[in-house]
């Protein structure tokens, strides 16, 4: 994936139209807080603008214009905690490390590692990789499946006013929010990644009671995927399928009780899935088989949903 940076927006844009031999990159000061109150009253001001900076290996890139950064590494978010029954994920934790943590579900171990290749995963952040994520991203598909929970910090004058990141839909954390930190769904931030402006993500939080499993199609074995999906199950039924591999994030296509209607929840979420790495025919037959796979291995019945559209 490409991106652009604009001189604000946390997230980055997509590069379609824009020329990159004539992009500048201008970071004019580098900032290196080690406390959070700090890094919030940096990333919150209005001017210069000012980015949060994490593993840089899509913010060093290139940008339109002067922006400073405020480097996170001094906050020392890069921790994976088991707290209860959840995953405290920091928002510096590496994808590497993601990769090799065996408190994470193998699901997300493996999306990891498909992500970007080892030196990237190596700099590249969990926190840096759901503001970036396009379609293509398996890491943010798993976390979607998951209904993984982004805690999202705000400097104090910020927090009662505009760009304070919606709530709603983001489901029990173990831990209670502090001021000016506030839970937000990551399927709520997916479509509002600019809603963060201005705020930090500080670390996300993962149920491990849900069992996850991830299948993919690509070019080869390490490429980005063409189509992935990725089933999550609750002990309570809940049953959870997201898919990805297209388009600018990937795509939760059920969330209900039960297994009814898998199969052709997720074909109709391909449904207008064409690009030039495949058409959307091609990835609804690809992911009723991947589909099948998941759910063999979760002890799903899917009898039947073949067929139904
Ligand atoms: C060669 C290459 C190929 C790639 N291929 C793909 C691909 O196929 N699919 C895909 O989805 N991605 C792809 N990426 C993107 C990659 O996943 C991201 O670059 C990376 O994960 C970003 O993480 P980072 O920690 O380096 O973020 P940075 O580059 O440091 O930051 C990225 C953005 O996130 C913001 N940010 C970072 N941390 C926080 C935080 N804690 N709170 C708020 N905002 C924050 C930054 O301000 C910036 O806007 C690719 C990148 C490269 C270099």
Redesign the pocket.
Known sequence: ?H?E?GATP???AKTDGYNYREAKSMISAYHRPTKLAEALALVARASPPT???????????STRGAVEVVD?QGLG?NEILIRGDHLEIG??TT?EQLHRSTAVPPALQQAAAL??PLN?RN???V???V????G??TV?GVLLALDATLMVATAPSRSAGAGAPSTSGARGNPRTSTAGERRVGLGDFLPLRES?SG????RLTVPQNPRVEFEYVARTPKS?PIVFVVVATWPSGRVRAVCGGFGDAPLLALDGVGAMGLIPALRNALHDADDYRGSAEYRMAAATVLTQRCADRLGLALRGQETQV
Not at 51 to 61: E, K
């Open positions: 994936m991106a940076l946390a997230r980055c980015l949060p900076l994490a593993g840089g290996t899509q913010l060093s890139r996170l978010l928002a510096m994808l992500e970007v990237l700099a590249a952040t926190a840096g990789t503001v970036c994520a396009d293509k991203s943010t963060i705020s930090l993500i500080t980005p």
